[in-house]
């Protein structure tokens, strides 16, 4: 039998009503899922949490307009059905009359009538008002830009009240943009676009969103306890099927139960030990796959920055002697399943149509040196004389041996040494791998506290523009700015389709690629790891949240 955290007696005495026969159901219901998290969720207001503990949470206790499945596509959620005018400007949504708010007062389990109503057009409404009221101090503006009137919003010149998002009745909700956006309908499944009830919001007098007492669920779960002690090891977030919402879309596990730790290690112990059902992890060994069911997504490069204030490993000339001086092609022989050579930024996991974007758009038609006019593959000759020319242009005789910075976890680290061992070889100076935690990696890229690193790059939503954004200028930590590549991403925002536009979309990939501030050199794989007995727990590996809705256990 599972080991169960131990909650409180209650909880106790509600997960054995929970999962005692029902788990016995050949369909996998009736069960009572845990998952290990790493950190805790510092908020589960949607418009203002940006944390990925808070966003895995709302993810499983808030239903939007739309949302994913379990292939990234967007399928309608709270919306049932919407419509878009020719000019690609105004989308009209229609509420469904069966998504409910549920917030169990008396806390007796059941849906009474005073603690169930209808999820309207005027919560969707309200949610956009409050990401760009300034009050709010939400860091989600960015994302919805072509909304009308947003840009004006901000620059102060309107009031947030103008937003371009109108409730016409309970059941109607109007979108008006200024400008056509491909990625506008992938935004509306972002957590920062979930529903929000005025009248509850304001009944929580400042603390919406902070505690148990203060939440209000419109999703698959709404959250019975959380417990949070920054100085105790029993923390966690503890939710129950929302059974006002489990008719039109079957919830299928009783209660899930988030509890917190502080690494890898010890979640991974936690899924090794069965108190765990699912493991999120970046390498997967070949006993682990037979003994569990496991699924692999392609969302990641890994690729080198350089730190921009180090005035001899920032240097143009060096820069271009580290890609030119990295053999990809000697690495097949020591390649696994979940990592292959990368020439490009944005990822194999990333699709258009129901394709890999790599697929339609090859990355060794992108990583081309326009001062070369050849692409960036592997040439000593070339790196040697770029090397060259970085010492003599810098007066100094060699290089001083340093460190490369990596997040641990991420990767066998002795694929960076075939790297590295390609630099020793051609330049003479050594480099080293420093391995530090996730929490240690980026606040060291944002200190500047590094020489050289290996940066993971993913995107938000399935989206390349997702992948393009994060080197617009004050949208990375590393700090990429390129007033070309902001002039194009600007462009790209504003085109209604990817697939008419994958030439643009290559051309802003070079443009990145050619700075050679980010130097691709691994696609690198994560897997999601369920326990044998489990299925269906759907992982969105851009937005990096859990699903339990469809969550089975199968003895």
Known sequence: ????????????????????????????????????????????????????????????????????????ALKNAAAESYTVSPDGLTYNFKIRDNCYWFFDEDQDETVSDDECINVTAH?????????????????????????????????????????????????????ELDHKSAEFLNSLALTPAMPCNEEFFYSTKG??????????????????????????NDNFVYMQRNLANTDYDRIYPTAVNFYMKDTYEEAKNSFESGESDVLLSYTCTDKIKEENNVRMYDNHTLGIITNPDNEHYNNPNIKKALAFGIDKESFEEHMTEGI?????????????????????????????????????????????????NGMQQMGIQSLENIKLLVPENLMDIEYLHLVTQNWQTLFGFYIGIEEVSEEEFYSRIADKEYTLAIYPLSGEYNSPLSVIEQFTTNNNIFGFSNPSVDALFDSLDKIENYSDNLNDIAEAEKLILNNFDFIPVFYKAEYEIMSGSNADIIYQPFTKQLFFRYAKYFE
């Not at 503006?141 to 620059?155: G, Q």
């Not at 203060?214 to 949070?228: H, T």
């Not at 070369?372 to 090397?387: G, M, R, T």
């Open 1 to 72: 039998m599972k080991k169960r955290i131990i909650l409180a007696a209650v909880l106790l005495a509600l997960s054995t009503t929970f999962t005692g026969c029902e788990k016995q159901k050949s369909d996998g219901a009736g069960y009572s899922f845990d998952y290990a998290m790493i950190g805790h969720p510092e908020s589960l207001d949607p418009q203002f949490a940006q944390d990925e503990c808070s966003m895995m949470v709302i993810g499983n206790i808030y239903t939007g307009l739309l949302e994913t499945d379990e292939n990234g």
């Open 123 to 175: 919560d969707f409404e309200f949610a956009f008002r409050r990401i760009f009221n300034p009050e709010t101090c939400s860091p989600h503006r960015e994302k919805y830009l072509c909304i009308k009137n947003a840009c004006n919003i901000i620059n102060g010149n309107t009031d947030y009240t103008q937003i371009g998002v109108h409730a016409m009745s309970d059941t109607e909700l109007i979108i």
């Open 207 to 232: 603390r919406y969103g902070l505690d148990d007492k203060s939440i209000m669920s419109d999703g698959a779960f709404f959250v019975r306890q959380w417990f949070y002690d920054p100085y105790g």
């Open 340 to 388: 292959s050579k990368a020439y490009g930024i944005i990822p194999p996991g990333i699709t258009i149509d129901d394709k890999s974007y790599r697929e339609l758009c090859s990355d060794k038609d992108v990583y081309i040196s326009s001062s070369d006019k050849v692409s960036v593959e592997y040439n000593p000759e070339l790196a040697v004389s770029y090397y060259q």
